[in-house]
């Protein structure tokens, strides 16, 4: 069914004068002129087809037509307000759904998380897969951390550092075959596998070298498991944590963001 347009500045007028019955102190509530009020409620009395005041020696009256309307009016007011309410109200959710590859969710995502739940009891995570372009509506994401050289077109910020660094097993030759994986792939890779995470797993193992996110390749370079055959280096491309507007503006979104760059 269509809807009617509503001429809902005009309405919040008629409310607020039907109830001083004054033009003046209804411009006082709604900070504006006596003469934006009179305006507002002519314009509306001309889309309306009705006569809303008359002038009497005893001040402002409403016509029956505007009486008629005005207990359903001021319930639809507060049912404007439910609804603003129960919109804002997810504002104070501490439930976040986040896309993030699987890869970076266990290696770095994770712990991090966790040591976030244990000092706030109330926070809930959702976290799915993603290592492409996500669809922020209809995956109802709150926020997605991607591998890219930039924040993309969202608001964004990168996590961490660009910086990636080779590692191999301990004793392994500098000359070691390559393990590929999509954020690197040299011609000639010995192996090739999903991501960073597999390809760290596959050097421990002695399978050859890789070049993989810094970040993702700390807990087992300080375990010793593998070792790092260079000083890391900037390879561009970084761990960028974004999101549209709406998304990146809620206080529980600010909130991780700062705690996972703090």
Request: net charge negative; charged share 25%.
């Amino acid at each position: 069914m269509k809807r009617t347009h509503l001429p809902l500045n005009g309405l919040r007028v008629l409310d607020a004068a039907a109830r001083h019955l004054s033009f003046t102190r209804a411009a006082d509530e709604l900070a504006v002129t006596p003469a934006a009020v009179g305006q507002q409620v002519r314009a509306l009395e001309e889309t309306l087809g009705v006569v809303l005041f008359r002038r009497t020696a005893k001040g402002l009256e409403l016509t029956p037509e505007a009486e008629a309307g005005l207990a359903a009016l001021r319930q639809g007011f507060l049912c404007f307000e439910d609804a603003v309410r129960a919109i804002q109200a997810g504002q104070s959710s501490k439930v976040l759904t986040i896309a993030a590859p699987r890869d970076l969710t266990a290696r770095w995502l994770a712990p991090r998380l966790a040591r976030l739940a244990a000092d706030d009891g109330e926070l809930r995570f959702h976290i799915v897969a993603g290592d492409e372009a996500v669809d922020f509506t209809e995956a109802n994401l709150d926020l997605a951390i991607r591998l890219m050289v930039d924040r993309g077109e969202h608001e964004g910020v990168l996590i961490g550092t660009a910086r990636f660094v080779r590692i191999a097993a301990p004793g392994a030759a500098a000359d070691a075959p390559w393990i590929a994986w999509p954020g690197h792939a040299p011609d000639g890779a010995l192996l090739r596998v999903a991501d960073a995470g597999l390809a760290i797993d596959a050097a421990a193992e002695g399978l050859g070298r890789a070049l993989v996110p810094e970040m993702l390749a700390e807990a087992d370079l300080a375990a010793g498991r593998i070792v790092a055959l260079a000083d890391p280096v900037d390879h561009g491309m970084g761990y960028w944590a974004h999101a549209p507007m709406p998304q990146w503006r809620q206080k529980k979104v600010r909130a991780l963001v700062e705690a996972l760059t703090g």
